[in-house]
């Protein structure tokens, strides 16, 4: 596959981005895979893939423009009981963000080794099912939260109990399992979603929590590769485009997943995706 690509290709790389860096699935799973195994595939350009990536961050800044907002303007307005708890929420996210930046900058060779193997991709595929299944248990445990009656608007914006409920070892937690989450074939919203949920984050707010925390991570590594830009075709927009489309669509679904315990459809995929991904890599 070579690029400048047809017009198809493009839309179909940007909604295969858009789906599967939000839906817990790993998009860095299934980009390995696809390099490996379907005939003549060599994966984007480095243009291409920092436009896909800009169009996921499109898709967070408008579904949580409301959070980022406030969390924003908490900073420079006076301080009111909402604008507090919304500073220590940007506050937790810059927190969160500091393992993640010293993981993703300190093993970036080790990550990068990993791209070219991937057999080592179905067991993580399979330990990203694990995490989804013991969070959904967990979850279903401590009972009185299942009744989708009972659940918040998933497009209300974050009100102050979110930054009651993560505190500063949560966020660190959260954070560092975001910087892990590079391995290809660990879902970073899967992960980091369970590991607010096991560290007691209540879990609507601990899938918010997580997409926050993932704008500086995918906005630093934009700005890390902006100069990638040079040399981009005017037809890579169309991949953008439909990325930050079909992201919008698949936050709200990961959100709803979360909410009303559905996250073992994910890891049924996950689980054949690592039967299949094993069957290849003996066979082929």
């Not at 480095?46 to 896909?52: C, E, K, S, Y």
């Not at 927190?95 to 070219?116: K, N, Q, W, Y």
């Not at 590079?182 to 918010?208: D, H, L, Y």
Request: proline fraction near 5%; charged fraction near 15%; glycine fraction near 8%.
């Amino acid at each position: 596959m070579r690029f400048p690509v047809p017009f198809l290709v493009v839309l179909i790389l940007g909604i295969v981005q858009g789906l599967t860096e939000f839906l817990p699935v790993s998009s860095s799973g299934h980009l390995v895979v696809a390099q490996h195994y379907l005939p003549s595939f060599s994966g984007p350009p480095l243009p291409f893939d920092v436009l896909l990536h800009l169009g996921t961050l499109v898709s967070l800044t408008v579904y949580f423009h409301k959070d980022i907002w406030r969390i924003i303007r908490s900073f420079f307005v006076r301080s009111t009981h909402e604008y507090a708890e919304f500073r220590r929420l940007g506050i937790l996210i810059i927190v969160g963000s500091i393992p993640t930046a010293v993981i993703g900058i300190g093993l970036e060779d080790v990550f990068e080794r990993m791209f070219a193997n991937p057999k080592t991709v179905p067991i993580m595929f399979l330990i990203t099912a694990l995490v989804l299944l013991g969070a959904e248990m967990y979850m279903r445990r401590k009972g009185g939260e299942g009744d989708v009656n009972d659940q918040p608007d998933v497009n209300a914006s974050l009100d102050h109990r979110t930054a009651k409920s993560v505190g500063v070892w949560q966020a660190l937690i959260i954070g560092f399992v975001q910087g892990c989450a590079i391995v290809p074939g660990i879902s970073r919203s899967g992960t980091t979603i369970a590991s607010g949920i096991f560290s007691g984050v209540q879990r609507e707010e601990s899938a918010r929590f997580s997409f926050l925390l993932s704008i500086p991570a995918i906005f630093g590594a934009f700005l890390i590769h902006l100069d990638d830009l040079n040399g981009a075709d005017i037809s890579y927009a169309v991949g953008a485009v439909a990325a930050a489309l079909v992201g919008l669509v698949a936050i709200r679904l990961t959100i709803h997943a979360v909410i009303n315990n559905k996250l073992w459809i994910f890891s049924v995929y996950l689980l054949v995706a690592a039967i299949l991904v094993s069957a290849a890599n003996i066979f082929l």
